[in-house]
């Protein structure tokens, strides 16, 4: 059974930082591009980072280029999302996603809220 | 970036009856490799979004045949027919063909 268990959320101030993680299980997770997908609260889904099974490429929404960094450890089955900057337009639910260039498969995603 | 309108906002159905939902790209979304990467997701209440439909019309594994897409190019649409109560959510469509990927606005499916 394929499982994506997101953590590392919680409430922060401007400006700050945070990382977050995606464990993945149930599948050759090297094998498969990921991606980050965030929604605000009572708002739809957008998509905001990709990164190939390899690391080879990574692609970001303008709305977090140049703030949040993707990343993986396909030795321990793990994605990543670097935020830094972080303002109050990002106060969303992360959900981490397996599958390119669709998501067949999603965490119960991992809260993050900005606020001072 | 592809905007991807998605018509009604809302729909109310009654137990048993058929849907169809509207979705709409601001450019057409046949990859340069001949597939059109258009997928259909439903969010239930309190619950994460998941895959229904992929490549316009293929139903993803365990989804039942009730739902149904169809369209090309621009145009696309998801059905479902016999509604039954586990049907009730926000339905996205979204498109992988380009860079950034980007979601509809969604439709919320309500019971009449």
């Known amino acids: 059974e394929v499982q994506l268990v997101e953590s590392g959320g919680g409430l922060v101030k401007p400006g700050s930082s945070l990382k977050l993680s995606c464990v993945a299980s149930?599948?050759?997770?090297?094998?498969?591009?990921m991606h980050w997908i965030r929604q605000a609260p009572k708002k739809g889904l957008e998509w905001i980072a990709l990164?190939?099974?390899?690391?080879?490429?990574?692609y970001y929404a303008d709305s977090v280029k140049g703030r949040f960094t993707i990343s993986r450890d396909n030795s321990k089955n793990t994605l990543y999302l670097e935020m830094n900057s972080l303002r109050s337009e990002d106060t969303a639910m992360y959900y981490c996603?397996?599958?390119?260039?669709?998501?067949?498969?999603w965490g119960q995603g991992v809260m993050v809220t900005v606020s001072s | 970036d592809v905007v991807m309108t998605q018509t009604p906002v809302s729909l109310s159905v009654s137990l048993g009856g058929q849907v169809s939902i509207s979705c709409r790209s601001s450019?057409?979304?046949?990859?340069?490799?001949?597939?059109?990467?258009l997928s259909w997701y439903l969010q239930k209440p309190g619950q994460s979004p998941q895959l229904l439909i992929y490549?316009?019309?293929n139903r993803f594994s365990g989804i039942s045949d009730r739902f149904s897409g169809s369209g090309s190019g621009t145009d696309f649409t998801l059905k479902i027919s016999r509604v039954e109560p586990d049907d009730l959510g926000v339905y996205y469509c979204?498109?992988?063909?380009?860079?950034?990927?980007?979601f509809g606005a969604g439709t919320k499916l309500e019971l009449k």
């Open positions: 996603a397996k599958g390119v260039p669709y998501f067949d498969y």
């Open positions: 149930g599948f050759t997770f090297s094998s498969y591009g």
């Open positions: 990164i190939y099974y390899d690391s080879s490429n990574k």
């Open positions: 450019q057409s979304l046949v990859h340069n490799n001949g597939n059109t990467y």
């Open positions: 490549k316009v019309s």
């Open positions: 979204g498109q992988g063909t380009q860079y950034p990927y980007t």
